[in-house]
């Protein structure tokens, strides 16, 4: 119950920094990857944003044994690079950049503006569909 | 400099993006757990049948609504310029599901959470990612599509 509480509000926390910061703006994202427009450098604030809170967070995570609501750490490795993880990144940045959408801003817009974030969220699901028949 | 750039939001974004690492952290930290969100959109819709316990996965993802919902009440509204056709939120969509599977994450789980790890896998995702969207809106921009 507090595992759920907790990853509930962490949703919660995220998804209105998302919006509070125009980050569930379709524009504003793609004016940041818009370098030969009016360029939009909010997105670089965001990100700056979210990894100082982060970094000190990694910095915790390797002086404790565990996490606090759970009897493990479940981390990803990172160190192996390959063609996935970079043909990957590359088909999503273009629709991301198509979009101007990525998965967390698309899953909060559905309380915002429902119709064309839900044609988004189906679309990205099927997506991830598609890989997993796929591969 | 940022007087060059009436429009952009550099308190909010900053404020806004503190929000996303404090929420990054709480799962991290509780839960021992990357706030990847399309690996946690891929778990709790059962797309992906390894990860995060799936009930996590699905009040991790029910938040993100529930949360930018809570934004637009406090502030009387969130502005969202999404374009006027269907078209490129099909098309982005299926490129975004796709590839965020193929390459194990997004904005959040390798922008965010790996990049602040210092892991070479997601900076070296982040950056091509990162190209790949300033490329994709340059052709937009150049073929009449902006």
Known sequence: MIRLAIALVAGSI?????????MSDPARVQGFLDLFGNWDPTLAFVMGGAIIPMAFAWLIQRRIDKPFAEAHFSLPGTVNIDRKLGIGAALFGAGWGIS???PGPGLADLAINPLPALA????????MAVHRVTN | MLAAFPHAMPVEGLIGGLMI???????????????GVSGLAARATGIADSGAPRRIAIAFVIGLPLGAFLVSLATGGVVTRFPPSVIPMILGG??????TRLGSGCTSG?????MSRLSRRSLTATAIFMASGFITVALMRFGGLL
């Open chain 1, 14 to 22: 995220f998804g209105a920094g998302l919006a509070y910061s125009g």
């Open chain 1, 100 to 102: 101007g959408l990525c």
């Open chain 2, 110 to 114: 390798h922008g965010v959470c790996g």
């Open chain 2, 94 to 99: 299926l490129l975004v599901g796709f590839g």
């Open chain 2, 21 to 35: 690492g404090i929420a990054a952290a709480l799962m991290l930290l509780g839960l021992g757990r990357i706030a």
């Open chain 1, 120 to 127: 988004f969220v189906i679309a990205m699901l099927a997506g």
